[in-house]
């Protein structure tokens, strides 16, 4: 199976680097379409909180983060477009896992790259794996790449 539809899921942390390098590798070597979803967490947005006794403004955070997202995006798109065959970006607000499986399946994506923080333990027991997650319930392919990077 050669991959034409590509989705690259990131958080845009330094642990996305390796997985984005495949990414774009694999788009070009394949003269495939690189779909790039980054997916707000929603659980860790966490409740309205009360700071001076201003309520915490949500929405304000998530056009902040909105904001921010879409600068990244556009970085990229300045970094690879003309190396790739197509461009595209979402974002979404919700769980990670669910959000990549439900965009791969809407989207008919062939192959799915993304990155691993490399928690073990107390920490990947509560924090889970978000690519453990979508491996086991992706509908297609999905490349794992791990971070050079120690997790913190």
């Known amino acids: 199976m050669i991959p034409k539809k590509i989705l690259f899921c990131t958080d ?5 680097l390796p997985a984005r390098s495949y990414a774009v590798d694999f788009a070009k070597a394949f003269n495939a379409s690189l779909s790039i979803l980054h997916v707000v967490n929603s659980s860790r947005l966490g409740y309205p909180a009360f700071e001076a006794g201003v309520p915490f403004d949500l ?7 909105e904001d921010s997202v879409k600068a990244a995006f556009n970085d990229f798109i300045s970094e690879f477009q003309g190396q790739v065959a197509e461009i595209t970006t979402t974002s979404r607000v919700g769980v990670p896992a669910v959000e990549i499986v439900r965009f ?21 027991l509560i924090l889970g794996s978000t690519a453990e997650n979508v491996v086991r319930t992706a509908k297609c392919p999905v490349l ?3 971070s050079t990077k120690s997790p913190s």
């Open 144 to 146: 794992t790449v791990k």
């Open 104 to 124: 791969a399946e809407e989207n008919s994506i062939d192959l799915i790259i993304m990155g691993t923080h490399g928690w073990t333990g107390f920490r990947h």
């Open 12 to 16: 845009f942390s330094e642990n996305s």
């Open 59 to 65: 929405q304000s955070v998530l056009l902040n983060i």
